[in-house]
């Protein structure tokens, strides 16, 4: 059974940064695809990073420059450096993965989700 525990929010103020870490365990993180998902309450859960088991990398456009996602397949470990947050970026973040051949970027169906972790950001 894939288990999936985010850490690593908190509140920063907005131009600062954090890095959101995702545990995977239960499978063999080289073989699959992950990302990570934010998601406001009233409002839709939006795809943010993804990353392939061969490292392929897909960003929504709101981040892109700003935010890095990387995985060590050693350590069974998801990432996300965020840097220069914005306010906007206030959301319940989300780590989502499922089997490597599901990928298509964020548009992937992925079958396995954390709990979240609460990523505030003040003006």
């Not at 908190?10 to 365990?25: D, I």
């Not at 840097?83 to 989502?96: F, G, I, S, V």
């Amino acid at each position: 059974q894939v288990q999936l525990v985010e850490s690593g929010g908190g509140s920063v103020q907005a131009g600062g940064s954090l890095r959101l870490s995702c545990a995977v365990s239960g499978y063999a993180h080289s073989n699959i695809c992950m990302a990570w998902f934010r998601q406001v309450p009233g409002k839709e859960r939006e795809g943010v990073a993804a990353i392939n088991a061969d490292g392929t990398t897909s960003y929504a456009d709101s981040v892109k420059g700003r935010f890095t996602i990387s995985k060590d397949n050693a350590n069974n470990t998801l990432y996300l450096q965020m840097n220069r947050l914005k306010p906007e970026d206030t959301a319940m973040y989300y780590c989502a993965a499922d089997h490597a051949e599901q990928w298509v970027g964020l548009g992937t169906d992925f079958g396995y989700w954390g709990q979240g972790t609460q990523v505030t950001v003040s003006s």
